[in-house]
């Protein structure tokens, strides 16, 4: 027996188990065998701290911490085989299951620029319950009243696909030449556009739901810009707008404007907007709107109003488990590996969001069809 009353070699033979005889969870009893930590430390919790060190924010961390511990209870619920021979437990996504929660942080860095402009509250599980803050009007005795009300609204969450494929010689080839794992290179490209699809995807939904409004000229965007900001002003009863996102045809047209006060981001603001996404933050315009410009973005403009907290915006985006995989399978015909992607999320954009954004069109742009 061992000192602490346990049969000899317990511990190797159940590893689930702590040395006080106490069941633990897989994740936790991994850790833990292997000495990265101590037994009154969640190693769930040490792994995330370690994750965000980067974030400095409070609120982020907040944000992190809760869609992180998202994804380790999907990672640690993948059901997993025993091998016949050994009896020791198999799990075919093991291998990509571990770059995950790495993947996730770098998908979070991407979309985190968001939240400029929209509100983030994540869900803690596949259905829940999400919070708008909205100004009310009630008619009280022939008299119009204004109250200011936190309104809750139910949210699921659905999902996006994505897939990647390859070739067994390609893996070989770029092993031995050049010392890189191709699954590792297109997994990091995978989480990049799966950031990609979000941020995206974000953007067409407000310009759908929005008032349009068309320019014609440089000078034209600049006051269309700010007379969208009064107008948001007017029917959120919270603030002028306080930013724009620009497409990169609108920002040079905003540059060469004539009675345009665009004014570049400074070197203090570069250190603090740097940002991880092709979305990114390039200046102030009449030194109370951020500016920011999208290289891929379908429009001309966005105007939008967006307050100090989560609840106080048009649109908001709930994250559930960010990073969903298959686990790599082989295609019968090619015999090339073959990985798919999830991402599970919901979003809430009743019609109040038409109050808190408003689109400008440029009607004499020519695009290609």
């Known amino acids: 027996m061992s000192p602490q009353g346990l049969p000899k070699n317990f511990l ?47 609120s982020d961390r907040e944000f992190y911490t809760i869609v ?3 994804q380790f209870k999907y990672i640690n619920s993948q059901p997993s085989q025993t091998c016949p021979h050994c009896k020791k437990e198999i799990n075919s996504t093991a291998g990509i299951n571990k770059l995950l929660p790495k993947l996730a942080v770098k998908v979070l860095d991407e979309i985190m620029i968001l939240r400029e402009f929209v509100g983030f509250q994540p869900m803690q599980g596949p259905v829940g ?20 009300e936190v309104v809750s609204h139910a949210v699921e969450a659905m999902s ?15 092993k031995v030449q050049h010392e890189i794992d191709i699954e590792d290179e297109i997994l990091q490209a995978l989480a990049s556009e799966t950031a990609h699809e979000i941020i995206t995807e974000v953007l067409h939904d407000i310009q759908k739901k929005v008032k349009k409004v ?45 009675n345009s006060s665009y004014v570049p981001m400074t070197d203090d603001e570069k250190s603090k907007y ?23 973005f379908d429009g001309d403009a966005i105007v939008g109003y967006k307050g100090s907290t989560d609840t106080d915006c048009g649109f908001i ?43 400008l069109k440029n009607k004499k742009a020519k695009r290609w069809i």
């Open 12 to 58: 190797v033979k159940y590893p689930h188990y702590n040395k006080k005889g106490t069941k633990m969870n897989k994740l936790k009893a991994f850790f833990q065998r292997f000495g990265f930590f101590k037994s009154d430390v969640d190693p769930t919790n040490a792994l995330i701290e370690e994750l965000i060190t980067h974030v400095k924010e409070k």
């Open 68 to 70: 992180l511990k998202n």
């Open 129 to 148: 319950l999400i919070y708008k803050l909205r100004y009310k009007e009630k008619n009280e005795d022939g008299t119009k009243r204004l109250t200011l």
């Open 160 to 174: 996006r696909k994505l897939h990647a494929r390859w070739t067994i010689e390609a893996v070989q080839d770029l």
């Open 214 to 258: 068309e320019f014609t000229s440089g000078d034209q965007l600049n006051l269309h810009i700010m007379k969208a900001a009064n107008d948001i002003a007017k029917r959120t009863r919270r603030g002028a707008g306080n930013f724009v996102i620009l497409s990169v045809t609108s920002l040079v047209l905003l540059q060469l404007s004539n």
């Open 274 to 296: 740097s940002s991880k996404s092709f979305l990114r933050y390039v200046g102030t315009l009449n030194k109370t709107m951020k500016v920011f410009v999208d290289p891929f």
């Open 317 to 359: 985006y709930s994250p559930y488990v960010l990073i969903m995989n298959t686990g790599v399978v082989m295609d019968p015909q090619t015999f090339s590996p073959l990985v798919g992607f999830l991402t599970r999320y919901g979003k809430t954009m009743d019609d109040s969001c038409k109050s808190y954004y408003v689109t």
